[in-house]
């Protein structure tokens, strides 16, 4: 069956522009994650999504980070006032089950963020 | 809380030989381990986990990992290495009950000819 796809692959922009990266998990999969990947750097958590339920927004870094969940499927990541330090790898996940049952999560290809 | 600690951030290594990437964790509550790995330009995928059972667990390409609950850790193992599993390697831990993963920083494995 289809995987996790984000859109685009690569995105480059210029510093103070606004930019939204998007998230198509597996069908089915109620759990939904944002990570950023920076070289060098192990997974940073972003925010998590879960049903119907409020997401957990604790790992944003900033308020020009927010994300939100249509129809608890596809996923928006929006970044406002890009600063050249946002220039990373942004990954998104979904799984069945909580990592904390155990679950597998499966994620998408990401999206290469360039900031000039 | 729970943190993971990935010892080695780059491991070379000749084809064929034996390789073992190095996990240690920590947590107050029972946890679930996971290795995934990053292949170039790609995303994350399950190599295996440990949820319960057997401390040893075999996962897909050869690998299988030990889970050591008296020294926290959980290292990956590989008894011959191919060109293609030049990596990144990911560990991961959720503790009971939790929904966001804890990943270490990855290791780079590189296997020369």
């Known amino acids: 069956g289809a995987g996790v796809s984000q859109s685009p692959s690569n995105k480059v922009t210029e510093k103070g522009k606004d930019v939204e990266l998007r998230c198509d998990p597996i069908?089915?999969?109620?759990?939904l994650y944002w990570y950023r990947q920076s070289l060098g750097q192990g997974l940073e958590f972003l925010i998590y999504?879960?049903?119907?339920?409020?997401?957990?927004k604790s790992g944003l870094p900033s308020d020009r980070f927010s994300a939100e969940r249509t129809g608890g499927s596809v996923s928006t990541l929006t970044i406002q006032r890009t600063q050249q330090e946002d220039s990373a790898v942004y990954l998104c996940?979904?799984?069945?089950?909580?990592?904390?049952?155990?679950?597998?999560?499966?994620f998408g290809p990401g999206t290469r963020l360039l900031v000039l | 809380a729970q943190s993971v600690t990935q010892l080695d951030s780059q491991v070379p290594v000749f084809e064929e030989a034996p390789v073992e990437l190095r996990c240690n964790y920590s947590?107050?509550?029972?946890?679930?381990l996971f290795w995934y790995v990053q292949y170039p330009n790609q995303g994350l995928q399950l190599l295996l986990k440990?949820?319960?059972?057997?401390?040893l667990v075999k996962g897909i390409n050869g690998f299988e990992a030990e889970f050591n609950k008296s020294q926290t850790s959980f290292h990956l193992r590989k008894p011959s290495v191919h060109i293609s599993d030049t990596a990144e390697y990911f560990c991961?831990?959720?503790?009971?009950?939790?929904?966001?993963?804890?990943f270490g920083r990855g290791t780079s494995l590189i296997v020369h000819p």
């Open positions: 996940a979904s799984s069945q089950r909580l990592a904390g049952q155990g679950g597998t999560q499966y």
């Open positions: 069908s089915g999969h109620t759990a």
């Open positions: 999504f879960q049903g119907n339920s409020a997401p957990d």
């Open positions: 947590s107050s509550v029972s946890v679930y």
């Open positions: 440990y949820l319960s059972g057997s401390t």
């Open positions: 991961a831990v959720s503790g009971e009950g939790s929904y966001i993963p804890t």
